[in-house]
């Protein structure tokens, strides 16, 4: 059995960048306080905690610094946090505060804000605290608010397919582009969610099977699995090496591997390391007996 790996895959430096900045802030600080998981990692999240990174919501007369994730949060959450005077730790990846800040400058301006996500992501909640009452989240195949607002800003959440995004414009402006009078498109999607797509789809293509690895609320993660399945190759979307299941791979002859952004490169090796195990098992239970 053969495996290979996707040409792009695991962490992104977004999330690279958030750990490094917790990680130094617990040692220097002491325990701190992350908003929520940092990633949508089980594993990542323990390792931190054993570093002094507790995730929790900010409690009232706690003096320990609180932790902003990569997925950033809206500004309330922000003034909920200085109010207690604590230290705030900005982990938010720059793509998403890019994504942040347009949807409060188009929203200023008058401009309905759609977000083209998942309305119960983080990052999604986030950007749409950026634009109060202005910011409508959309999923795909969701129906477009009516009346259709004449002013109109589109973004999306970073981790969407480019597809994707590219088909929901379309559709916007194939069934209302009467009723806009004006129209912004801001490309806030991140470019290392679309060569991991990209990569992942490309091996799809060559192999039997593709084992997806990362958290199980990871979108990244699902987006690739998606992808991989758009390709016709059997998709297993697992956190960890002891997710497999031997009987996965009885008839494969090429098994991909990919991860999500999300995914540290030890966990991969620890899933390549268990298919090679599998591999020699089933190799021997084939094997003529003598």
């Not at 996707?6 to 958030?18: I, S």
């Not at 325990?31 to 594993?43: A, C, K, L, W, Y």
């Not at 932790?67 to 809206?74: D, E, M, P, Q």
């Not at 960890?240 to 540290?264: H, I, K, M, N, Y």
């Amino acid at each position: 059995m053969e495996i290979l790996l996707a040409k792009d895959m695991g962490f992104c430096w977004g999330v690279r960048r958030a750990i490094d900045i917790m990680e130094k802030a617990a040692e220097e600080r002491g325990e701190i306080i992350s908003v929520g998981p940092i990633v949508h990692n089980p594993q990542v999240v323990q390792e931190l905690q054993e570093k002094g990174v507790r995730v929790g919501a900010k409690p009232e007369n706690d003096s320990r610094p609180v932790a902003i994730t990569a997925h950033g949060v809206g500004p309330e959450v922000l003034d909920e946090v200085k109010a207690t005077g604590a230290e705030i730790i900005d982990g938010t990846c720059p793509i998403v505060t890019r994504s942040q800040r347009w949807a409060r400058k188009m929203a200023d301006a008058g401009f309905t804000v759609l977000v083209f996500g998942d309305p119960n992501h983080r990052e999604v909640k986030g950007v749409l605290g950026w634009a109060g009452n202005k910011g409508v989240a959309i999923r795909e195949g969701d129906p477009l608010p009516h009346p259709f607002p004449a002013r109109v800003a589109v973004i999306s959440q970073t981790t969407q397919s480019p597809e994707k995004f590219s088909e929901f414009v379309s559709r916007l402006m194939r069934e209302h582009v009467s009723e806009i009078s004006e129209f912004r498109l801001v490309n806030t999607l991140c470019n290392v969610t679309s060569t991991q797509q990209s990569a992942a789809r490309e091996l799809a293509q060559e192999v039997d099977l593709m084992i997806v690895v990362g958290g199980k609320a990871s979108a990244n993660t699902r987006h690739l699995v998606e992808v991989c399945s758009e390709e016709g190759a059997p998709a297993r979307h697992i956190e960890t090496a002891a997710d497999l299941e031997p009987d996965w791979f009885r008839d494969c002859r090429r098994v991909g591997v990919t991860a999500g952004a999300s995914t540290p490169d030890s966990a991969v090796q620890h899933v390549v390391e268990r298919i090679q195990e599998i591999a020699l098992q089933l190799e021997a239970a084939r094997a003529p007996s003598a």
